[in-house]
């Protein structure tokens, strides 16, 4: 069991270019999350969803944020445009299940927009 | 003690010393999640207690939960270097779990 992967572990962009964001969530989980961690807000919560659909999004910015599950295998978070203050590490979760407790991370994906 | 607006709190104590974390939350939950997150990795799980559970332990951690003043901690008995890391509460809320904003816990050699 490798765990939740995320690819790739660092990614540069400049600003006003677009970010995608990979995670493999654990074999056999149904539920994948989506946060975004910076020192400033912390651990903030994006979107999740659950057998492949999207269950909640209230935490993803209104624009230029997306995120879709075309299949169990992976999931993909989008960010058009990218601004500076995008900067942060993107942390995937899944769980059995689709439970939203018991979840295991993936180690991030740090993006970084100059 | 960590959450809301809270700035991240730091905590620095020596090797075999006991220490104690505290967490507070805002709306009911049935579960109160500890996390540990090491230097450049996802966190990950290390004790739930849920709202009828008093006091949860796991090996040399302890968590408790009083939700009558909504608030948790986690213990570490004897602490060693390697629980050196960022350690958040989380409550669950609906369809997501809330973070706490956490604490930096540094244990000394």
Known sequence: NAGVIQTPRHKVTGKGQEATLWCEPISGHSAVFWY????????????YFRNQAPIDDSGMPKE???AQMPNQSHSTLKIQSTQPQDSAVYLCASSFGGAIWEQYFGPGTRLTVL | SQWGEENLQALSIQEGED???????????TVVHWYRQDSGRG???????????REKRSG????????SSQSSSLSITAAQCEDTAVY??????TNKVVFGTGTRLQVLP
């Open chain 2, 19 to 29: 220490v104690t974390m505290n967490c507070s939350y805002k709306t009911y939950t």
């Open chain 2, 60 to 67: 040399r951690l302890r968590a408790t939960l009083d939700t």
């Open chain 2, 43 to 53: 966190p990950a799980l290390i004790i739930l207690i849920r709202s009828n559970e």
């Open chain 1, 36 to 47: 975004r961690q910076t020192i400033v807000q912390g651990l903030e919560f994006l979107t």
């Open chain 1, 64 to 66: 230029r944020f997306s």
């Open chain 2, 88 to 93: 958040f509460c989380a409550t669950d809320n």
